[in-house]
């Protein structure tokens, strides 16, 4: 029987040779994260329902990186990092990354990435809805809530229902002001916040893979934007350089059949695409940049899972060298690797850091900041009346800290060209 | 697993997401600590613009002053529903404001997941838009036994979606207990 990618690899995780869209299966885990937000409880649930002998099902397979609230005076959300600091010692959790260590990472998804965790063929559950990220190494990864962790936690087993597959096939090569988040932006337009639902979105064509691990890592992370289980992208010849550079682990490459059914399947040609805005307050509210141009902004900020990986960096630099910004721009990269290649790398002999700073933007520790809002004192954090361009994933009312501002969400190129300006700005008005 | 459910609806519109219905500022509360978790109560849905809280008359909080029960236990929503972060704090925040059930045209696989799996409130789906129908405050009636909703208020009664696959889960109460009934876990 022909199946998708998503199916094959559910089919090896549940045991079985085949599985088909609808039915209900029972999944072995590969690895399970959490993070400061979701860890807690689900330890608790984990605690309450397994008792005092509570075992967990396979330590090696356990990932916990503290990322969301971490620089901040709020007592609640430092009291969370010390009850994962206190599990992880108590269970001996080594795959623990633990604040104020050289061993501390940063934003779950990229940390993920980086520390060799994302392995083509495998299956990997995380308290977050943003799991889906994983999935551009050709794996299965999807969120879940504490309670879900708490079971898997125990048992290294959950239920999921298996998804229906759409596929998006982007042909031709990206222009220079295109990046994969315009690509997503666009998907999510046609598709809107629930074309996906309890679905998998596969996504490929040239115009996938000829983009870098951080651009495939931008269309999987906003698949839940569409409502989708995951995202996914088969592993390639960039893929398994990636993956062997960080990790011994063995891994197993799969590709959809040809025939394999599609809910429904969507073809792009890169080179006619525009660069997108998604306007205020959803991320399926699709613009064009020049449909909005204009537009007074008071924030701009450049950061998260989504937008705040290397590759993003040397996009927006590319723009903001030798310039100002006019409006206060936040520089939050996702992980602390990412923090240190921002000294490395270089443009004309200038640091990507040292371009950032130069132009007057700010930039911050690794963690998830104001992606989500956060405690008061997270900086970049969006307050009454304000008008955010952002290069993260979410504008729904008050994620980003009010729900009296307004957020646009664009490209690394298209928030640089704004910040440049105070006024949403084409990037081509710059390249 | 309550046959009956009364109360009192409180009307949403579509994809109310998880920042809604509780803003992520709050996540730190403890879940377990008994007045503490009452604080998700009382910042339930308090991030749903004033014009869209309680429809179609708008402006009408959900929970009043310092309270963190509501006087609202059925939630009515449109498509979409809980879309968004993964956060359990969502169907949890409902369930301490004393949300039994919600009824909507569509949910987020996460969402629904959370509701079903940690037995926090029961997640029906309706195939007519109820939100065009009910308004806030309407006292309804919830048969859980035939997928019944009456509006007591208008007399009118809507037939919901069954449960199907997660019934077994529901009626055990939550996946834990179900694992434990079907042998999977001690
Ligand atoms: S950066 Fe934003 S979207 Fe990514 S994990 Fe953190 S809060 Fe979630």
Known sequence: MSMTITEKILSKSSGRKTVQPGENI????D??????VCGPPTI?????EFGKDAKIWDKSKLVIFPDHYIFTKNPQANRNVDILRQFASEYKVDNYYDVGTERYKGVCHIALAEEGYNVPGTVLFGTDSHTCTSGAFGMFSTGVGNTDAAFILGTGKIWEKVPESLKFT????????????????????????DGGTYCALEFDGEGVFSLSIDERMTLTNMAIEGGAMNGIIAADSVTEAYVKERTNKPYEIFHSDADAKYKK???????????????????????TVRNVQGTKLTKCYIGSCTGGKLSDYQAAAKIIFGNKVKVPTFIVPASTQIAKQLEVETISGVSLRQIFENAGAEVAQSSCAACLGGPSDTIGRATDGEVVIST??????????????????????????????????DPRDFL | MEKIIKGKAYVLGNNIDTDQIIPAEHLV??????????????F??????????????????FIKGENYLSEFNIVIGGSNFGCGSSREHAPFALQVAGVKAVIAESYARIFYRNCVDGGFLLPYETPVKLTEQIKTGDELELNVHDNILKDITTGSIYILRSLGDILPIIEAGDIFKYARQSGMIA
Do not use: C
């Open chain 1, 26 to 29: 029972w999944l072995n885990v």
């Open chain 2, 29 to 42: 509360y403890s879940l377990t600590d008994p007045e503490e978790l009452k604080k998700y109560g009382h």
């Open chain 1, 392 to 425: 993260t994933n979410r504008n729904f009312p008050g994620r980003m800290g009010s729900k009296k501002s307004a957020v646009y969400l664009a490209s690394p190129l298209t928030v640089a060209a704004s910040s440049l300006t105070g006024v949403i700005t």
């Open chain 1, 44 to 48: 608790a649930i984990w605690k309450r």
């Open chain 1, 31 to 36: 690895v399970l994260m959490t993070h400061d």
């Open chain 1, 170 to 193: 982007f042909d031709g090569q990206l222009p220079a002001y295109i990046t994969a988040k315009d690509l997503i932006l666009q998907v999510l337009g046609d598709i809107t916040t």
């Open chain 1, 265 to 287: 399947i969507f073809r792009y040609d890169v080179a006619k695409m525009e660069p997108h805005v998604a306007k205020p307050h959803s991320p399926d509210n699709l613009d």
């Open chain 2, 44 to 61: 339930a849905l308090s991030s749903v613009p004033p014009a869209q809280a309680g429809l179609p008359q708008g402006n009408i909080p």
